[in-house]
């Protein structure tokens, strides 16, 4: 049998009791802990912003906890060493210094009644600008700019595009029957609660052009899947047959839907257009077939399964036939999730009495255990395939944990005031 999680969240027996994309502020915003950083940091100076000291220092505040929450650089004193994107930088100082690198940037009004947020980087050692650029924003939306600075710093030196800009869901309980489903910033400020509820919320899950959340609601009596337009609040539902409706997944063009029903008897997995219309049985075995996820190519799904015995992850093609096993260390592998490349499985593994997450390199089928902690659940990629973020238990409180997909670099996510879980991170978007 399945254990209590995976019914959970297979079939998706849960209520929302009242739904509306209302946008308000949160009460309460995810703070961040690090808890671990890569081996080979890179050496990074980033000056204070010159400017409007109280605009400029926001500014300067995001770019420098964006790079350094990444764990991938050593942040290097500036004190004492003022100088904007139009300054010439004092190499020398700054090499004593130990910098590699430089950020140096001002901000100031844009002439339309908006704020021009400018920066430039240096490469310290050939004594040459590497990049600069200009972002033009409300002061409301200072720390966005902040972001994209933030992500362009972290392109150019990394080589990978950076996800400061991005978004993440997730679900807050607070007291013994309010539900939030949230949305925030990846460094979880600027939180929105985009649904309230006196029963819980599973299973969001974002399509892939980042305007759209589906997910299972109870509102009225009976599982049902919906996708509900973040910029509009409209709804529409897409699965709701008798028995359970639940575990949506969205296929990476944002046409079509994996969802599990058991309308014709037990979990089996279908594939439904995301209007709702043209639903299609993908999997016709006994037992409990849940948590479908597309391939990053969209040709094939993964999916738990304990067709075998005990839940494992399988493998089929978007058109049916004969599943193939993923997993086989261990007796307990569940809730699959495929990298943005294709390359990685990551996936909730049963080890020692506790339930961590783990990853598998597709290609040569290595499996690396990346959490010390027992209760992990939920995973979900980071848009560039470098963190993984979860749900996991913390001195019995639940919390989000981000992991790289080495295990080097870790991050804790948690509000005071409530359990977080149900994470979600949102695609790349233009």
């Given at each position: 049998m399945l254990r209590p999680l995976l019914k959970l969240r297979?079939?998706?027996l849960i209520a929302f009791s009242t739904l509306a994309l209302l946008q308000t502020p949160a009460q309460a915003e995810l703070t961040i802990e690090i808890t671990g950083a890569g081996a080979n940091r890179i050496p990074l100076a980033i000056a204070e912003f010159g400017g409007d000291a109280g605009v400029a220092r926001v500014l300067t505040s995001v770019v420098r906890s964006d790079l350094e929450r990444s764990g991938l650089f050593k942040l290097?004193?500036?004190?004492?060493?003022?100088?904007t994107e139009s300054t010439t930088p004092g190499y020398a100082d700054l090499k004593n210094r130990g910098a590699d690198a430089l950020?140096?940037?001002?901000?100031?009004?844009?002439?339309?009644?908006?704020?021009?947020?400018?920066?430039?980087?240096y490469d310290v050692n050939k004594q040459s600008a590497l990049a600069g650029a200009a972002f033009v924003a409300s002061t409301p939306m200072l720390r966005a700019a902040g972001h994209r600075i933030a992500d362009a710093i972290y392109e150019k030196l990394v080589g990978e595009p950076g996800i400061f800009s991005?978004?993440?869901?997730?679900?807050?309980?607070s007291g013994a029957n309010r539900y939030e489903l949230h949305i925030a910033d990846a460094d979880g400020q600027n939180a929105q609660a985009a649904l309230k509820s006196r029963e819980p919320i599973i299973s969001p899950t974002w399509s892939p052009d980042g305007g759209r959340l589906a997910y299972v609601s109870f509102e009225n009596k009976k599982?049902?899947?919906?996708v509900h337009s973040l910029a509009s609040g409209q709804r529409i539902v897409v699965a709701n047959f008798k028995g359970s409706n639940s575990a949506p997944a969205w296929s990476p063009d944002g046409r079509k839907?994996?969802?599990?029903?058991s309308k014709d008897g037990g979990s089996q997995i279908f594939i439904v257009n995301a209007d709702g219309s043209g639903v299609q049985r993908l999997t016709a075995s006994s037992g409990i077939n849940t948590e479908p996820f597309y391939a990053a190519d969209g040709q094939s799904i993964y999916f738990t399964s304990d067709r075998g015995g005990s839940p494992q992850i399988y493998r089929t093609g978007v058109s049916g036939g004969d599943a193939q096993r993923i997993t086989f260390d261990g007796s307990y592998n569940v809730s699959p999730r495929i990298s943005p490349d294709g390359k990685t499985l990551a996936f909730i593994s049963r080890r020692e009495s506790g339930f961590r997450l783990a990853v598998m390199d597709l290609g040569s089928k290595q499996v690396q255990i990346l959490t010390d902690s027992s209760k992990d659940e939920s995973p979900t990629f980071a848009p560039n395939g470098r963190m993984i973020l979860i749900a996991t238990?913390?001195?019995?409180?639940?919390?989000?944990?981000?992991?790289?997909?080495?295990g080097r670099i870790k991050q804790r996510?948690?509000?005071?005031?409530?359990?977080?879980?149900e994470p979600a991170w949102a695609p790349f978007t233009n």
């Open positions: 297979g079939l998706s290097i004193d500036t004190t004492g060493a003022a100088m950020a140096a940037g001002s901000i100031g009004p844009s002439g339309d009644g908006r704020q021009e947020a400018r920066y430039r980087l991005t978004r993440i869901a997730y679900v807050v309980k599982p049902v899947v919906y839907l994996a969802v599990v029903l238990e913390i001195g019995g409180r639940g919390v989000l944990s981000a992991v790289s997909i080495d996510l948690s509000i005071p005031a409530g359990d977080v879980r």
